[in-house]
């Protein structure tokens, strides 16, 4: 495989390596470059951050992402930026604030912690409390408690001043697009650079696994030490990655990152934004694709639950072929999809919000961030003249797939929004599902939540004014 | 400067940033895996059962050693010494399964390997057939089979159950909490270097050194002086790194030995979390006896703790919670007695605390009882029985509290935290709100310090001085992070008067401090502060010997100035003073020893001073609950601890402030989950969720107490920190506890064990509707 990369601003070229070699132990042990560390080899805690610097829109885009779990080909044309690489004469300012605020203790977590801190010194107009715990929740510490770090971002963003990597930008933009010619192409990996190129290479080669990003795929390899051959990246398909406007929906390529995704579901669905806030870490949602999360067919994902009860649909192609089919469709069994060999999800439909509808979403974790949902319930109904019009319920965390409550649904459509409505219909989750208990959550716990959260989303919408939650980050600009 | 006296720089109670700041923020602090591989360095994986308990009747490894890269297959019949890695000797700990698998994870066999990939994928060729054993999985279990590692050990003062007969009121009630698992950043990890005559170097992530030296050397049959054993830092440690980092260092040196390759072994992160031991879980069963004012008559504690398929630690563990079932409580007849349960399961080991925070979490839910009970609050029930001074002053085990201050440091954070006013609106705001409830608690920590094991309560020290003035400074302890090499390194400094530059901050070294003690119970600052100091001072009166020969005046006329000294009306920088003491042939090396003075243990009579003094600190923990989903935040905290006169302030608050966030995870988020079969499936930070930062409280006051030093004569009338304020965490379980309660006004003590999962929480809500209505 041949793959060009900056490393730092040195230009490195990879000429052999195996397709599903990760960025880390390719910087630990190709590279000798030691300082990046792996703490769990999952993407959970954030030791291994690194930032990926790319040109996007003719200007440079820093990225944090977990390299344990990024295979080392979706660096081909990239700036790799490990923490060695920050310090020119002087400390960068991420990690002078570090210093001054006593910001390590054991030290370990604070690469990662510096990475993600330099990719918030990139990205940020300057200081938010908020702002820097989402940056910062991939990034566990066990010693310090977190205080000195919070203090540490206050101290370099607040007064942010030009760095190396401003200083050097257009040279690394001239630096990139001489590498950018070619990939890392080799028969056992694949980087198509549109959906076309994908379509056919998928059917020639209907047993490779599809890798957008890597989120899932990389635990594969981690985790469970299997062998893909081949690997076909979906990383490089800009025509996969734009997002869209018809008269009703909003059409989503699959390779969108929730990341890019998030402020634009924001201002329409807070609720769902602030689910998209908490899934994953800043480092995934960089990477991790709203077509992935669907593909993976995850029982537990944070998206499909939301899409299904806003009645989101899909595209999948297959060669030049194309169907749409309702999201809920997709999901037939565990580990169990409707979609053929040599196909994929290119497309998401997601209506536009329509007058008089409401949208609720409830994630339920033992730790509000970056945790895996234990049950994740959205609801997206229309209240006329206090009878429910019209309701669709979808979870996530109760079933082998994410699935639609029909009978809970049936038992409030037309009828009057009540308390007493509410009980009845409650009780029927339980023949919607049969949540299985495991180390997230009991099922006694998950059928129980899932009738309080209906309930939840009762007395939010009847009694707008009365506390309700103990958490929300984002804005709630309507209903 | 206040005193108007020049000062060194990084002088003792400077606020001095950690020794390897600049390093850590820049990647090139060198962890053991960081190291430079030497050439042909094999790679370890070892083979975990699939089986809680059973007898392995065939171990056919042939495919594994022909597996390709494979340089060296271990079983337990290739232990050319003995096959037991336990801290205490006690014959129960094996390095790898001798036959009978005692938990689901124990090392069967070892595999080294050219890679890590190679090994691991070795091993999954090995044919293993099992006879199954019943397996006891639970702490009920063990009860009930009275299956036990270690005899059980009581302590007794007074006539507890006459006292608590007798009392106005009486209380009883069973409350159960979690272990934890260290989750140490960088996993356990030793590189093992063969040296000549079959010796072995190991490069390991430990905070005993000296164990894993005469457990390594106790494997390879051969003497402590084969084995060297060096620690520059760990990535992290929490006790899990005290005996639990002995196995992978003896298995790697039994490679090297045998192979004479280099030899690696890093555990990946589920292994580390399935393969070593955790903070104990316990079963506590209380009795209570009380007056109308809350005063407690008597107590009575049966702790059950899960000490795992082996001893390890929890002898001493077990110890610790009985030593902290009073907390900062006076208790007039007391009796707890202790059982250390035998589990097929991981064997449980130190973890920050080691014991206290789960004995002092059983007297908590105590006191919260007793208050809802007599519909007090809790902080008064607390106040009428904190120890006093002069009187009302012996614990059960019969040591006068000398150095009590908790009731001051309490009165203190009760004002500053303005706690009646919030109790006040944090009642109104219940009162108005259906779903989301408040909760607040003051909870106090009264921690002993000094190892329970007296004669672990000693330390050495190693310092050189070069000829150009530069230090070389060596001791018995370890770095994990928590500032201990920064702090020994600012008392030289000031003994010596030389700025903290000048000194060499170097790696714990069994070839240079012998049969040290672990870095452990709090002690490292005491103990190696002290140690250092004695070499240092050895040096400081050579060269005031020196100075006065040398300038011919009174040793009474040297002075030790800023980085000169001064003799008689003659000054003298300190480099030259040292050069010149080269050349008149002063001997600048020095060691230095210290041992904890007072302390003493009967262990037949359970009575003596385990404790050289006391560490002390309180918090006032805020929660929110949502009653229909039991998720729940930490609102706000205010915190005053007791460091005595620190030794860094920067320091001891990143102590106090992480110390609470470890102990909040305890008990909150952090569940560790078994199946049914015996099978950890939090295994991964996936699964197993420590805090993160927004977990941190928005609003976060921590003190550090300015009114008392040490009254014991402690290094610098300091304390240590580093365990104590883990248990300050104990307010965010109380207050949780607090706002369950005020959905029954207060009346019933909410049934609410640890962690204080959503799911708990829920339950508990739930269940104290049920009994309201």
Redesign the interface.
Same mark, same amino acid.
């Given at each position: 495989m041949a793959i060009r990369y900056l490393l730092g601003h040195e230009l490195r070229s990879v000429e052999s390596a195996s397709p599903t070699e990760t960025v880390l132990d390719h910087l630990r042990g190709v590279q000798h470059r030691p300082g990046t560390k792996e703490g769990c080899a999952e993407g959970d805690c954030g030791a291994c951050t690194v930032v990926i610097g790319d040109l996007h829109n003719g200007a440079m885009r820093y990225r944090a992402v977990n390299s344990c779990i990024q295979f080392v080909g979706t660096l081909h044309g990239k700036q790799l930026i490990a923490v060695e690489d920050l310090a020119d004469d002087d400390l960068h300012p991420v990690q002078q604030a570090m210093v001054a605020a006593h910001g390590s203790q054991c030290g370990f977590c604070t690469p990662g912690i510096v990475m993600s801190l330099f990719a918030q010194y990139r990205n940020s107009a300057g200081f938010d409390a908020q702002e820097t715990a989402d940056a910062l929740a991939g990034n566990l510490c066990r010693c310090t408690g977190y205080g000195p770090i919070v203090t540490a971002a206050e101290m370099a963003l607040k007064d942010r001043v030009p760095d190396q990597f401003d200083a050097r930008a257009q040279e690394t933009i001239a630096q990139l697009r001489a590498i950018s010619e070619g990939g890392a192409d080799d028969p056992g990996y694949f980087a198509p650079r549109n959906s076309n190129e994908l379509a056919s290479l998928y059917q020639a080669h209907p047993a490779a696994t599809l890798v957008a990003g890597g989120t899932d795929v990389g635990l594969w390899v981690t985790k469970q030490h299997r062998k893909l051959d081949p690997v076909i990246s979906l990383a490089e398909i800009a025509d996969l990655q734009t997002i869209r406007e018809t008269d009703t929906d909003i059409v989503i390529g699959a390779g969108v990152t929730y990341a890019q995704l998030l402020p634009v579901i924001a201002p329409l669905w807070p609720d769902f934004a602030e689910i998209l806030r908490r899934l994953g870490s800043a480092q995934i949602r960089n990477v991790a694709t709203i077509g992935g999360n669907i593909a993976n067919g995850s029982p537990i994902g944070d998206g499909p639950p939301c899409l299904i009860a806003l009645g989101a649909r899909i595209v999948l192609r297959q060669g030049d072929a194309r169907r749409e089919i309702a999201l809920q469709d997709f999901f037939l069994g565990y580990g169990k999809q409707d979609r053929r060999a040599g196909e994929f999800v290119e497309t998401i439909l997601l209506p536009k919000p329509k007058a008089g509808w409401v949208f609720r979403a409830y994630k339920i974790s033992k730790r509000f961030d970056q945790d895996i949902s234990a049950l994740l319930g959205a609801f997206h109904l229309r209240i006329d003249g206090g009878k429910v019009a019209d309701i669709q319920i979808a979870f996530g965390g109760m079933a082998a797939i994410p699935k639609r409550a029909l009978a809970v649904e049936n038992a409030l459509r037309g009828q009057p929004w009540n308390a007493a409505q509410i009980e009845i219909a409650a009780k029927l989750f339980m023949e919607d599902y049969q949540p299985i208990g495991d180390m997230r959550a009991s099922a006694a716990y998950r059928g129980k939540v899932a009738a309080n959260l209906l309930k939840k989303c009762f007395i939010e919408l009847s009694d707008p004014v009365t506390e309700t939650r103990v958490a929300f980050a984002g804005r709630r600009t309507h209903g | 400067m206040a005193s108007g006296k020049a000062k060194i720089a990084g002088h003792v109670g400077e606020?001095k940033?950690?020794d390897? &700041? %600049?390093?850590? %923020?820049?990647? /090139? =602090?060198?962890?053991v895996? *960081?190291l430079?591989e030497p050439a042909r360095t094999l790679q370890l994986y070892a083979y975990p059962a699939q089986r809680a308990h059973a007898r392995v009747t065939r171990l056919d490894l042939t495919r594994v050693r022909t597996a390709p890269g494979v340089a060296c297959v271990l079983t337990a019949a290739d232990i050319p010494g003995v096959n037991d890695i336990s801290p205490i000797h006690a014959h129960d700990d094996p390095l790898l399964c001798a036959g009978e698998v005692m938990f689901w994870g124990q090392p069967l066999f070892c595999v080294a390997a050219e890679t890590a990939?190679q090994a $691991? &994928?070795a091993a999954a060729l090995a044919e293993v057939t099992y006879e199954d054993l019943p397996a006891i999985l639970t702490i009920e279990d063990a009860l009930a089979a009275k299956s036990f590692v270690l005899d059980d050990q009581r302590l007794r003062k007074g006539d507890t159950a006459t006292a608590i007969a007798a009392a106005p009121h009486r209380l009883s009630g069973r409350f159960r909490h979690g272990g934890q698992d260290?989750?140490?950043? @960088?996993?356990q990890v030793s590189l093992a270097i063969p040296t000549e005559d079959g010796d072995v170097h190991i490069y390991c992530s430990t905070q005993h050194p000296t164990e894993v030296q005469m457990n390594v050397a106790q494997v390879l049959g051969r003497a402590a002086n084969a084995v060297t054993v060096e620690v520059r830092?760990?990535?992290?440690?929490?006790g899990g790194k005290e005996s639990q980092a002995t196995q992978w260092a003896a298995l790697a040196a039994l490679v090297a030995v045998k192979t004479g390759r280099p030899a690696k072994f890093r555990l990946?992160?589920?292994d580390d979390m399935i393969m070593t031991g955790k903070r104990h879980d316990f079963i506590i069963d209380w009795q209570v006896g009380f007056d109308d004012t809350g005063r407690i008559r008597g107590a009575d504690f049966v702790h059950a703790a899960r000490a795992g398929f082996s001893a390890d630690l929890s002898g001493a563990i077990a110890d610790r919670a009985m030593f902290h079932a009073d907390n900062a409580y006076y208790l007039d007849h007391a009796h707890i007695l202790s059982h250390r349960c035998k589990t097929h399961t991981v064997s449980n080991t130190a973890f920050r605390g080691f014991g206290g925070p789960q004995g002092m979490l059983g007297i908590e839910e105590v006191i919260d009882a007793i208050a809802r009970h007599l519909e007090m609050d809790p902080l008064d029930v607390r106040k009428v029985n904190f120890y006093g001074k002069g009187a009302r002053n012996v614990t059960p085990y019969h040591m006068v509290v000398e150095d009590s201050i908790i009731s001051e440091l309490v009165t203190e954070l009760e004002a500053s935290s303005d706690y009646r006013a919030r109790r006040r609106e944090i009642s109104k705001l219940n009162a108005a709100?259906?779903?989301?409830k408040r909760g607040l608690a003051l909870t106090p920590v009264k921690f002993g310090i000094s190892f329970t094991t007296s004669f672990l309560n000693q330390a050495g020290a190693l310092i050189h001085i070069y000829n150009d003035g530069s230090i070389h400074l060596n001791h018995g302890g370890t770095e994990?992070?928590?500032?201990l090499f920064q702090k020994v390194a600012q008392v030289v400094a000031e003994e010596l008067q030389v700025d903290l530059d000048r000194i060499k901050i170097s790696a714990t070294h069994t070839g240079k401090v012998p049969n040290t003690s672990a870095t452990a119970a709090s002690s490292g600052s005491d103990m190696n502060g002290k140690a250092a100091q004695a070499a240092a001072a050895t040096l400081k009166d050579r060269l005031v010997e020196f100075a006065a020969h040398h300038f011919q005046v009174a040793r009474s006329d040297v002075a030790f100035l800023p980085n000169r000294i001064r003799a008689g009306d003659q000054e003298i920088s300190f480099d030259a003073l040292v050069k010149l003491a080269y050349l008149d042939r002063v001997q600048l090396s020095a060691t230095g020893f210290y041992k904890t003075p007072k302390i003493h243990y009967d262990r037949n009579t359970s009575t003596g001073r385990p404790f050289y003094y006391f560490a002390y600190g309180a918090a006032v923990s805020e929660v =929110?609950? *949502?009653t229909? /989903?039991? @998720?729940? $935040?930490v609102t706000r905290v205010d915190i005053l601890h007791d460091v005595g006169r620190s030794l860094n302030p &920067?320091?001891d608050?990143?102590q106090v !402030?992480?110390?609470?966030?470890?102990g909040m995870g305890w008990l909150t988020?952090e @569940?560790l989950?078994w199946d049914d079969r015996g099978r950890l499936?939090?295994h991964?930070?996936? /699964?197993y969720?420590?805090?993160?930062?927004?977990? $941190?409280p928005?609003d976060?006051r921590?003190k550090l107490q300015d009114f008392a030093e040490n009254i014991e004569d402690s290094i610098h009338r300091s304390k240590a920190v580093g365990e104590p304020p883990l248990m300050l965490a104990i307010s965010v379980f109380r207050a949780l506890s607090d706002a369950i309660a005020s959905i029954a006004d207060h009346r019933h003590l909410p049934a609410l064990d640890a962690p204080a999962?959503? !799911?708990r929480v829920? &339950?508990s809500i *739930?269940a104290l509707r049920a009994r309201i209505s």
């Open positions: - | 606020a940033p950690h390897s &700041a %600049v390093k850590h %923020v820049t990647g /090139t =602090a060198r962890y895996d *960081d430079p990939a $691991r &994928a260290h989750f140490y950043l @960088e996993g830092r760990m990535g992290g440690g929490f990946d992160r589920d709100n259906a779903y989301v994990m992070g928590q500032g =929110a609950v *949502d229909l /989903t039991g @998720e729940y $935040r &920067a320091v608050l990143g !402030e992480g110390g609470f966030i470890q988020t @569940e989950w499936k939090t991964a930070p996936s /699964t969720k420590i805090p993160t930062m927004s977990d $941190r928005p976060f921590v999962t959503p !799911e829920l &339950a *739930d």
